[in-house]
Nanobody, 123 residues
Framework: QVQLVESGGGLVQAGGSLRLSCAAS????????MGWFRQAPGKEREFVAA????????YYADSVKGRFTISRDNAKNTVYLQMNSLKPEDTAVYYC????????????????WGQGTQVTVSS
């Protein structure tokens, strides 16, 4: 079992920045990847970013490439999503997820999820 707790969401103006955190606990040794997804009202959950636990591979959605950066602090078992140049269309609940089987891009391939943190970008 892996427990994931997100934090860092909030309200920000367009062009601003936020850093989301995802603290992992439990069976850390079983983690092979971490990902961030988001879900806006009335829309499906969509991929944002992910990396393999080895750190060799990092993946980003085209819509956030160049603006968002995924990283981690090994000592704290925490994964971050630095979000810069935020746009109103980035407004969503953001979730972190762990332990993937298959494609990093598909939510259904992740075994564990956090509770989500709301990000609202005003125009």
């Amino acid at each position: 079992q892996v427990q994931l707790v997100e934090s860092g969401g909030g309200l920000v103006q367009a062009g601003g920045s936020l850093r989301l955190s995802c603290a992992a606990s439990g069976s850390i040794f079983s983690i092979n990847a971490m990902g961030w997804f988001r879900q806006a009202p009335g829309k499906e959950r969509e991929f944002v970013a992910a990396f393999s636990w080895s750190g060799r591979n990092t993946y980003y959605a085209d819509s956030v490439k160049g603006r968002f950066t995924i990283s981690r602090d090994n000592a704290k078992n925490t994964v971050y999503l630095q979000m810069n140049s935020l746009k109103p269309e980035d407004t969503a609940v953001y979730y972190c997820a762990s332990i993937v089987s298959g494609s990093y891009y598909l939510p259904k391939n992740y075994a564990y999820w956090g509770q989500g943190t709301q990000v609202t970008v005003s125009s």
